[in-house]
């Protein structure tokens, strides 16, 4: 697969997105094949970076837009379509695929087009912590989302979604700076610093 192009790899990992929601594997390759998408396509757009990063507004203003509002109809889409578990986002399925996917461009472009201050040296900053970041948002998130749904009876979902973020922004930016005070945190994430193989 490596000798073949972006474009062909992100056909394949469609295809085995599309397998693996039908034939339900055993874990090992459910959770690639339904994830490599994602993956494939953040590479599409780093090869491709015009898709997001219009020279003129207002094809960045159109792109954003339309983006945007398909990704707020599938999202409302997951909500009423879903069973009882509508909330349950980790998985990258049918019902949740178009939001998810759309999510990356629209982020992307919001953030391609902000003007270098505070806000975003803080998340180039924070980017060098992204391993951290990425390690420890999902059992938080699940634990986060128990908690809110199932014990405080969040039903709204944006309201969800929104506390949701917050919560779990903060537990791994957090964890992200004990990573960079504490050395036994940081050998957690880091054991190629500390051992010598």
Known sequence: MLKLSIESQTVISLVLFVFALIFNPLPFLQYPFTRMITFNMG????????????????????S?????????????????????????TNDLIFVNF?????????ILCIYAHLTLNKFTEYFENIGKGSLVIYLVHVP???????????????????CLLLTLTLIVWLISTFVYWL???????????????????
């Open 43 to 62: 590479r599409l757009l780093k090869k491709y970076p015009n898709i997001i990063l219009h020279r003129k507004k207002i094809y960045f203003v159109v």
């Open 64 to 88: 954003l837009i339309i983006n945007a509002i398909i990704m707020i109809i599938a999202l409302i889409i997951q909500v009423k379509f879903s069973s009882e578990n509508w909330y349950m």
């Open 98 to 106: 178009v939001s998810k996917i759309l999510s990356i461009p629209v």
């Open 140 to 158: 938080v998130a699940s634990v986060t989302r128990i908690i809110l749904v199932k014990l405080l009876h969040f039903s709204n979902y944006i």
């Open 179 to 197: 990573s960079k005070k504490v050395k036994l945190i940081n050998f957690i994430f880091y054991p190629t610093r500390y051992l010598k193989l």
